[in-house]
């Protein structure tokens, strides 16, 4: 049997092991075979305008079996109830856009995590960055690349599906698609040939890159569609339109979507008319572009947090001048994003930055213009849209599966409430609880 064969197994059984190792020192998560009623003050349904008052929400099994005003709730006999006074209950939060095997570059940059840190390391960390997501109140997360870490995220996948670690719903794009020269680690700045943080791929390459992405269990599929590769290191289209076609179709044979990293109007331009689902950054995008976008069906991801995160690394202090290029621009970006239309999804792009601190993706949206009851739809129901699971998650209702938190305080009126997390339920599970400390 050749090493190809090997390493897949090999990455599976490491992220397993490491995640057993973990679940040796969290403690279980609550379970039941009960009905839960959960009673919060309020709950956000991930669509209406405004918050829904003495409405309660029961649970059974994995779904949710009732919504709405407690003195119409049939109440299952033996029922446990969860009371969550001064606390908005609202749908699990959805990430569409993190790196669970990266961390912050102020603790290691992105070259020494691809070729110093072993694989080992690596899933290790991301075992870790899974229960920080989950117990942050984000309980589906888009992972668009292991950066260097193989298919790595298969097998975390497989062990959060199993319950051997606690973690968000998981959906994977495994080692993402770059045209051949375009990514990183950069070639000419080593005196050998480096593991590369993507898959390399031209022309009729593609279809078999991408189908070996969906063999290995790629949920989605990523493509590089500029890069920082041009003469003078600025960023320039990779693929061409051909390209990127090809890339779109083959992926919708399978029953999979496209997902595009770009940040020239080029880039994103190609990207859009060749049916990508998502556009993730759109740091050049102007409001011909984001329009060009909402026609077509192509959600924008921003990221506004990473670009933030990436500045301070860089010595930047928020809110103090000069403020730079690239922060100047995304808030450009982002309001004719606005002004546009087209559809705004959560992505983050944590790993930038440290996974768990998620919802400053959110506040920085509400900080851009965006308003506080769409910054929270994004991040719920829309989201959920977008990722084509809809039917599952991302609002309270009947028939929806049971994923739910509660955070204390109105996020209609300061979406920072997102971050006072009191309770984090996935499928019916109860992951986190904090109960009220009872009058004396």
């Not at 990508?276 to 924008?300: C, N, V």
Request: proline share 6%; charged share 20%; hydrophobic share 40%.
């Amino acid at each position: 049997m050749d090493e190809s064969s090997i390493r897949p197994r090999m990455v599976k059984q490491l992220a397993i092991i490491a995640g057993a190792l973990f679940a040796l020192v969290l403690p279980a998560p609550t379970q039941s075979q009960q009905s839960t009623v959960l009673v919060p003050a309020s709950v956000f349904d991930g669509v209406s305008p405004t918050l829904h008052n003495d409405w309660i929400v029961v649970v059974s099994g994995n779904s949710i079996t009732y919504a709405g005003p407690n003195d119409n709730a049939k109440i299952p006999p033996g029922a446990r109830r969860i009371d969550l006074p001064g606390t908005t209950l609202l749908p699990g939060l959805i990430d569409a856009h993190v790196h669970f095997f990266l961390h912050p570059y102020n603790e290691a940059s992105w070259d020494d995590q691809v070729l110093k840190e072993s694989l080992a390391l690596r899933v290790a960390r991301a075992t870790n960055h899974a229960r920080n997501t989950l117990l942050a109140g984000f309980t589906t997360v888009r992972d668009l690349g292991t950066e260097g870490a193989l298919y790595a995220d298969a097998g975390l996948r497989q062990a959060i599906n199993s319950g051997i670690i606690p973690g968000p719903r998981y959906l994977i794009a495994s080692k993402a698609v770059v045209a051949t020269g375009s990514y990183a680690p950069a070639r000419p700045s080593y005196a050998y040939e480096t593991p590369l943080g993507a898959d390399e791929a031209d022309g009729a390459t593609l279809q078999r890159v991408i189908r070996d992405q969906i063999g290995h269990g790629a949920d989605w599929i990523k493509l590089y569609g500029d890069y920082r590769w041009g003469p003078d290191g600025s960023a320039r289209p990779t693929f061409s339109m051909e390209e990127m076609k090809l890339a779109g179709e083959t992926a919708r044979d399978s029953g999979r979507e496209l997902v595009v990293h770009s940040s020239t109007p080029e880039g994103m331009r190609r990207a859009a008319e060749a049916g990508a689902k998502t556009i993730e950054h759109g740091d050049g995008g102007t409001q011909e572009i984001f329009s060009l976008m909402r026609r077509k069906g192509t959600a924008y991801c921003p990221t506004l947090a990473a670009s933030e995160a990436v500045e301070s690394y860089r010595g930047w202090k928020k809110g103090s001048s000069p403020v730079p290029a690239r922060i100047t621009e995304k808030h450009r970006s982002f309001s004719a994003a606005l002004a546009s239309g087209v559809t705004i999804c959560t992505g983050s792009d944590a790993g930038v930055f440290t996974h768990g601190d998620n919802a400053h993706e959110l506040e920085l949206m509400a900080e851009y213009g965006m308003k506080p009851v769409d910054v929270l739809r994004s991040a719920t129901s829309v989201t959920a849209k977008v990722l084509g699971m809809e039917s599952m998650i991302g609002r309270i209702a009947p028939g929806l599966r049971a994923d739910v938190i509660a955070v204390s305080g109105n996020p209609l009126a300061d979406v920072s409430a997102l971050r006072q997390v009191r309770l984090v339920m996935k499928d019916g599970v109860v992951y986190r609880w904090t109960e009220t400390p009872r009058a004396q």
